[in-house]
């Protein structure tokens, strides 16, 4: 289980990074976090020869590892980005026809790169020139080149700008659709991906299918219940559309009143947890302020959640023992989009039940168990997960889901030896098969595709153009791929709209029986039961979803072109007025969002002079609930510490190893060990987000239910971390924050 904060598909796949040139690493430290991606990435610089370039404020395991090694300042990745661009368009980097052929208003971005001069760059992200048009031409070179990025650049009030810009220069270099290139996003949890596609958001029904009517309408028909008893159970009909409270957001709905009127005027009273610490929230006190004014609380874990243990309450709070996931079985989906089988190894031990068993006896208990399983089509005589998989596989069509049934996933798992980690190309009997099916996948006769906008395949292979997903035009300009810019073997050479049964005839070149019409009345290509429009589009080398540009410009957010923006609590003050924050953000998730009256509330650099990096240890995940209870990982890593550069830890009166209190611009404050480190600038410290279970100096062992206490206990860094949400996604600004050290 997981939950959402990193964002963004992987355009390849891991073990295809060993086939780039060059790969720049941003916000994303894969040598602690994601060792398994650090190998194929070591195979390239080692077997490929090619070049490392990382970008972080911290010089990590992984910048160890770099050709070029670029520190910036925290929450300046834009500035530092559209430098490269700039440098990408000079000196005439570009890939010329990628863009005049598959991109959408590249102009604007040439434009908003002028002011970014090396000199401009140097001044706001802190690092020198010269490195600055060495990275840019090292990995402008480089063909093909990949990007990654992970948490570094999504826990930003501009991370949702952080990411588009980073495509956006991929988009430059026509790094897209190739092997070796394209935006390599290494997600978090384990099924992050997979939580995702099952509309684990706030914004999105499964298969990122929108709020609107239709698709509601769409899912009560796969799910088999009635669309007005799926209304009814909504207060008014404008709340089935409305998003809903989000994972960084839910607190101010509960300790903030003036929000109720987003949420139908009732306040939030309950709250049940399941796979997730929301004690990593950034302000973990007022996470605690409002657990603690809930009526009720509920945590589904076969941990005791670290939740649980800060709340004080001592009422209507139950800790449900969730089995752990070698005692439950169903797809997992990696961070390349490939399903994998887990296969139960023992029955859930003690009185632990599998998730989706609590979940089955809350249906029960809440009177619709019945419609809580009948999309699987089998009453209550099903199999679980296989049937529960298959429904996925025939809903899911948006992202190609259709052939991922039960049966070919776990051929592919129990055939994993079969299977070519570079290519992912299967042998034997998943020959021409990619591991793990990654979607789309089209159709139980799909191979999947293990790099996405690759237009040298044909769709039936795996290839296919940028998605048609905003209309056909823009201002009289065509947002259809050019002429001669299509999959391989394609009947139509350019772009084209998204496939319904309208267009279809004419865009396959067939005539539909009398029949199929009547069967396809009012279709399209996401609500097609029957099929039909995918294998008539795949059998023409059509992509379902249409063939067209990539757009830079996104008409619908409050930056189209994305903006560098200083954080709310930015260490360069001065820059604040040419770069500010954007209008306080009115019923955003449900609530009510500071912005620019935060970012101006106060001179925060006077009374919060450090700057804090944030990021993990390779010993501990998340908050440690898990790992802190490994005895052999508390010994590894058995306390939280804030790394100091030893000119700030002298300045500041600290030896190493001597304790120190944080403060944060929130109010809260933690109770840490000084480490002296060259790993962090002067101005900075790095806090490791991995502990929890002291407070403010104070242990809290003794909130441990007999017997469960982890070994390893610390300061949970949260606490001093500062307010601040992304502008579209609401993740929280954790990776910017101003705090203030004093000697303990
Ligand atoms: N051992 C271990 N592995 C994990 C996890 C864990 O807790 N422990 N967690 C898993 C999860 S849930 C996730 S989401 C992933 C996260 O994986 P990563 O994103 O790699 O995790 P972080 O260490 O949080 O952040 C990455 C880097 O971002 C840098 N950084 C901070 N601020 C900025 C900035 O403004 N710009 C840039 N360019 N860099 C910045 C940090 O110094 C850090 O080196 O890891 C997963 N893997
Ligand atoms: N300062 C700062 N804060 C951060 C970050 C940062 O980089 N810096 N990173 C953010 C990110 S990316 C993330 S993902 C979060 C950390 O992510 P969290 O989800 O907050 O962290 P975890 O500790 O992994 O919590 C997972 C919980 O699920 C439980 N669990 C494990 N397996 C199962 C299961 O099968 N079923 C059920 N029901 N429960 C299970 C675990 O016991 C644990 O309690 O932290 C975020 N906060
Ligand atoms: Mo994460």
């Known amino acids: 289980m997981a939950n959402t904060w990193g964002y963004g598909a992987m355009t390849n796949h891991l073990g295809d990074m060993q086939n780039s040139k060059a790969i720049i690493i941003m916000g994303s430290n894969p040598a602690s976090n994601h060792p398994i991606a650090m190998q194929h990435i070591l195979k390239a610089k080692e077997q490929n020869g090619a ?146 596609d099952m509309g684990c958001l706030a914004d999105t029904l499964p298969g990122y299918y929108g709020l609107a009517d239709g698709s509601w309408k769409y899912f009560a028909k796969q799910w088999k219940v009635d669309f007005d008893w799926l209304k009814a159970r909504f207060k008014t009909p404008e709340m089935m559309q409305k998003t809903g409270n989000s994972l960084s957001l839910w607190i101010h709905s509960v300790l903030e009143e003036s929000n109720t009127k987003h949420n139908a005027d009732v306040p939030l009273k309950a709250l049940i947890c399941i796979g997730n610490g929301i004690s990593t929230v950034t302000q973990t006190h007022k996470t605690k302020e409002a657990l603690d004014k809930l009526e009720l609380v509920v945590f589904i874990d076969p941990y005791v959640n670290d939740a649980a243990v800060i709340t004080t309450r001592n009422d209507n709070m139950f800790l449900l023992p969730a089995a752990s996931q070698v005692e439950t079985s169903g797809t997992v989906v990696n961070t390349s989009r490939s399903a994998q089988w887990r296969t139960k190894v023992v029955e859930p031990l003690y009185e632990a039940r599998a998730d989706h068993e609590i979940l089955f006896d809350f249906a029960k208990r809440m009177g619709f168990y019945n419609e809580f399983v009948a999309g699987m089509g089998k009453g209550d005589k099903f199999t679980w997960p296989e049937d529960a998989t298959d429904e996925i596989a025939r809903a899911l069509k948006t992202i190609g889901m259709q052939g991922r049934t039960a049966e070919r996933i776990k051929r592919h798992t129990e055939n994993w030896h079969l299977f070519n980690s570079t290519s992912l190309k299967g042998r034997g009997v998943t020959e021409k098969e990619y591991y793990g099916l990654p979607w789309p996948c089209w159709s139980e ?86 099929g039909l429009l995918v294998k008539y589009a795949l059998a023409a080398g059509l992509a379902p979803y249409g063939n067209a540009r990539a757009r830079t410009n996104v008409w619908e957010f409050v930056d189209p072109i994305p903006k560098h923006r200083e954080p709310l609590h930015s260490f360069r003050p001065d820059l604040i007025a040419k770069y500010p924050a954007i209008k306080d953000k009115v019923n955003f998730f449900r609530v009510d969002v500071r912005y620019e009256s935060e970012q101006n509330a106060q001179d925060w650099t006077k009374d919060y002079p450090i700057n804090i990096v944030s990021g993990r240890i390779v010993e501990h995940m998340g908050t440690g609930t898990e790992t802190r209870a490994s005895k052999y990982l508390a010994e590894l890593s058995g306390e939280m510490y804030g790394e100091l550069h030893p000119t700030l830890a002298g300045k500041l009166g600290l030896k190493d190893d001597e304790m120190m209190w944080v403060y944060g611009t929130g109010g809260g404050k933690i109770k840490i060990k000084c480490k002296y480190s060259l790993r962090v600038d002067e101005y900075s410290v790095f806090l490791p987000q991995n502990f929890s279970g002291i407070w403010s100096g104070e242990h809290l062992g003794h909130r441990y239910p007999a017997g469960t206490q982890p070994y390893g206990f610390g300061e949970n860094s949260n606490q001093v971390t500062s307010y601040g949400y992304d502008q579209q996604t609401s993740c929280p600004e954790t990776k910017c924050s101003l705090v203030r050290i004093e000697r303990a």
């Open 51 to 196: 070049k490392i370039i990382v970008v972080d404020p911290r010089f990590t395991k992984t910048a160890a590892k770099a050709d070029i090694y670029c520190r910036i300042r925290t929450g300046t990745d834009i500035a530092f980005l559209y430098g490269m661009i700039r440098l990408i368009r000079e000196n005439k980097w570009y890939d010329e026809s990628f863009i005049k052929d598959r991109v959408y208003g590249m102009d604007d971005i040439f434009k908003e790169c002028e002011e970014y001069t090396p000199e401009h760059v140097e001044d706001i992200t802190g690092c020198s020139k010269e490195l600055l048009i060495q990275a840019a031409t090292v990995f402008a070179e480089a063909d093909p080149g990949s990007l990654i990025w992970n948490q570094g650049w999504t826990q930003h009030t501009v991370g949702s700008s952080n990411t588009r810009l980073g495509s956006i220069m991929q988009l430059t270099l026509g790094n897209l659709g190739k092997p070796g290139g394209g935006c390599n996003i290494l997600r978090g949890h384990d099924n992050v991906q997979g939580s995702t």
């Open 445 to 530: 006769s799909h191979p999947g595709s293990p790099v996405l906008y690759n237009i040298n395949l044909p769709v039936s292979q795996g290839g296919m153009g940028f998605r048609t997903r905003f209309g056909t035009e823009r201002n009289g300009v065509s947002l259809l791929s050019a002429e001669g810019s299509a999959p391989k073997g394609s009947r139509i050479k350019g772009g084209y709209d998204e496939i319904t049964a309208k267009n279809i005839e004419e865009l396959a070149g067939i005539t539909l029986s009398e029949d199929e019409k009547k069967l396809l009345d009012g279709k399209n290509w996401k609500n097609d039961d029957s």
